[in-house]
DNA sequence: AAGTCTCAAG
């Protein structure tokens, strides 16, 4: 058969979209006789190797397969797709493909040293790295510049700065790249000062450059730094609006990600997928149902592709805004998901009271190959611990490491002991401790002092709180704790002594607050605030609610009143907890029938949760709070948590 | 014919 023949097939071939397409192509061109025809190979492999729905595997077949020796493109080809895929025999396949070009004497050029570089520093080689570098260098492509950025990005990679510079300094002809690559080897090593250095004598900057600093900054200096330069920045890439975007979500300023989202919105940027992972983390952070119905209708407006992260984000966004039935929803609409996006629809199901089916979850993800890593087995001892299933939590507990080689972490261990410590088994949560693989950290025990408080074990709790706030003498949350154990077992001196100290000590208290979004704006209230502009209105609607629920059997609670507060104040006080406001501002301003939303950053306490179950049923109004652990559903005056919390 | 640097979740 006379080569031309394969010509037309060859430009099918380029046409295919589809690995199905280019497979079926190909084979009518075998079935032809026209046995790997060198023409074919290039669509072919080209296609299965670096497109995202290809096919790595078939390109290696073909490439090995051929006839005739292939040209060096098509090898280099494959080390790229290689690089580019990171499976986990990445390294070791391009290495098989390295060798088998040489041992048909197809001479490796200065493409195939910059993707084996890459494959390098994606797939975690340090040693055959310095070796091929080696090789570049007596073969002189280290003399090609972007033979010699992959170099410093590979040295940088692995944190050997020292190696990078080097190979940065031995050379003259550089460009804007090698001076990025090499900030960012510093920058990402936490080497500020000198990337900063580096930075100043940059004869030019692009983009890159500037996002460098700005990521820098972000995520090692402040972000108030951060936002100094990007105010000052010349040009403002959808990179850097990512970064600020995410840094805001991600350290606790959930309402600066939300308000600069909006001031892209306000210049007509359009956010991508990154930008939206950002924003549904902060609407997550607020329970701003609203504002994450937008994001949602956003993504299916511009017909965005909803990867695993996006689905993990959305998820993640629902259930914590709880709307748990639309997070599932998502969940099984989605096509793509991994082992984050099942953790957080377990982690999910299980924080809206729904463990039995986080199990199934849990169980169904296995069952489909997907193996769960060390947070989600933190998920599903969270659903243990929400339950009080005790012995179910030390089954999975060990099957951590006896099913999955995985070591329990500081979180696995704070997990049990909340089980074990909520569910009354404070002896056994303390031997449980003292059985740790490590040193148990000051959250641990802060689980215990917790589970103290909640048991009314004074002496426990008196041993573990000394040492607590011997350990960590600046943690408000530990004196409280400790000072409400006295107060609760009649010390009133001993609680009066730790007030003291920390008064002495100048520790700031953290205040409780309650958030509740209404109509796109979410508000903000401290127990006893009067700041709102509706506070007449919110306090004589609590009066009445108050009056109403006490004829239901409310009595307001004594017992668990904070102790900086003067004595006369308490009654006043617990009557004002902000999640009450929140409730009473929630009666005003929604519409009758609709579902009343609030987040608290701290834990709901008992006379809130016999409130709000009252509300409930009296006023015929579901009401959710999400507390700092979990979500209490309250509806015609029960609660989703079973009074377990 | 092709490549090197910045970017997101639990």
Redesign the pocket.
């Known amino acids: 058969m006379p080569p031309h023949r394969s010509i037309p097939f060859t430009s099918l071939l380029f046409k295919c979209k589809t690995i199905q397409q280019l497979k079926q192509t190909h084979a009518q061109l075998l079935t032809r006789g026209l046995n790997h025809p060198p023409p074919s190979l290039?669509p072919t492999i080209s296609f299965s190797a670096l497109n995202s729905s290809g096919d790595i595997n078939y390109a290696l077949l073909l490439l090995f397969q051929s006839s005739t020796p292939p040209?060096?493109?098509?090898?280099?080809?494959l080390i790229?797709g290689l690089?580019?895929a990171c499976r986990p025999d990445s390294l070791s396949t391009s290495l098989l493909v390295f060798y088998r070009m040489i041992e048909l004497n197809v001479v490796p050029?200065?493409?195939?040293?910059?993707?084996m570089?890459?494959g390098c520093?994606n797939g975690g080689d340090f040693d055959l790295g310095r070796q091929l570098h080696g090789m570049a260098v007596k073969n002189s492509?280290a003399f090609?510049?972007?033979?010699?950025?992959?170099v410093?990005?590979y040295y940088?990679?692995f944190g050997k700065v020292r190696d990078a510079r080097r190979v940065f300094d031995e050379n003259e002809d550089l460009?804007?790249?090698?001076?990025?690559?090499m900030i960012?080897g510093y920058l990402?090593n936490g080497e500020i000062l000198e990337g900063l250095e580096l930075f100043d004598k940059m004869p030019k900057r692009?983009?890159?450059?500037?996002?460098?600093v700005l990521?820098a900054l972000?995520?090692f200096g402040s972000l108030d730094d951060a936002c100094r330069v990007f105010e000052e920045m010349p040009h403002r890439?959808?990179?850097?609006w990512?970064?600020m975007i995410?840094?805001y979500?991600?350290n606790g300023r959930p309402k600066e990600a939300l308000a600069l989202f909006r001031e892209m919105q306000l210049l007509d940027l359009e956010p991508?997928?990154?930008?939206?992972?950002?924003v549904?983390?902060a609407c997550?952070?607020l329970g701003a149902l609203d504002h994450g119905n937008w994001v949602y209708s956003y993504i299916q407006k511009k017909c965005m592709k909803i990867?695993?992260?996006?689905c993990?984000?959305l998820v993640?966004m629902y259930a914590k805004c709880g709307s748990i039935d639309l997070a599932m929803q998502v969940f099984h609409s989605s096509r793509q998901k991994?082992?984050?996006?099942?953790?957080?629809a377990i982690?999910g199901l299980a924080m809206n009271g729904r463990s039995i089916e986080a199990f199934q979850l849990f169980e169904q993800m296995k069952g489909e190959g997907i193996s769960?890593?060390?947070?989600?087995y933190?998920?599903v001892l969270c659903a243990c611990s929400h339950m009080g299933w005790v012995e179910k939590g030390f089954h999975y507990f060990h099957s951590l490491f006896d099913e999955h080689g995985i070591r329990p972490e500081l979180d696995h261990y704070a997990c049990m002991v909340d089980l074990l410590g909520r569910a009354g088994l404070l002896k056994e949560a303390e031997t449980f401790i003292d059985s740790m693989a490590m040193k148990p950290d000051n959250v641990i025990w802060g689980t215990l002092l917790g589970a103290c408080r909640v048991h009314g074990n004074a002496e426990m709790g008196q041993r573990v709180g000394n040492m607590l706030i011997e350990s960590d003498q600046n943690h408000d949350g530990r004196y409280i704790l400790l000072s409400n154990i006295y107060a609760e077992s009649r010390k009133g001196e001993d609680a009066e002594e730790v007030r003291n100290i920390m008064r002495k000590k100048r520790i700031k208290r953290v205040p409780g607050y309650s958030l509740i979004e209404v109509d796109g704006v979410v508000h903000e209230f401290l127990a006893g605030d009067r700041s709102h502009e509706k506070t007449e209105e919110i306090y004589l609607v609590w009066e009445e609610i108050s009056k109403k629920i006490k004829n239901y059997g409310y009595n307001a609670e004594t017992r668990a009143i904070t102790f900086d507060i003067e004595d006369e104040e308490k009654e006043n006080v617990i009557g004002y907890h902000s999640e009450k406001l929140a409730l009473a501002f929630g009666l005003i301003c929604t519409k009758p029938g609709s579902v009343i939303r609030i987040v608290k950053n701290i834990r709901i306490c008992n006379d809130c949760h016999s409130a709000m179950k009252l509300v409930s049923k009296l006023f015929n109004r579901k009401i959710s709070v999400r507390d700092r652990k979990r979500y209490h559903h309250f509806e015609e005056g029960r609660c989703s948590c079973l009074d377990y919390w």
């Open positions: 290039r040209q060096i493109f098509l090898y280099n080809t790229r690089a580019r050029n200065n493409f195939t040293f910059t993707f570089f890459q520093a492509f090609d510049v972007f033979v010699r950025n992959s410093i990005q940088s990679v460009d804007i790249v090698s001076w990025n690559s960012n990402k692009n983009d890159v450059s500037w996002n460098s990521g972000v995520k890439s959808i990179v850097s990512v970064l995410s840094g979500a991600q991508n997928s990154a930008v939206l992972v950002s549904l983390s997550s952070q990867d695993s992260i996006l993990a984000a993640d991994d082992v984050s996006a099942y953790t957080c982690s769960p890593d060390s947070i989600s933190t998920a």
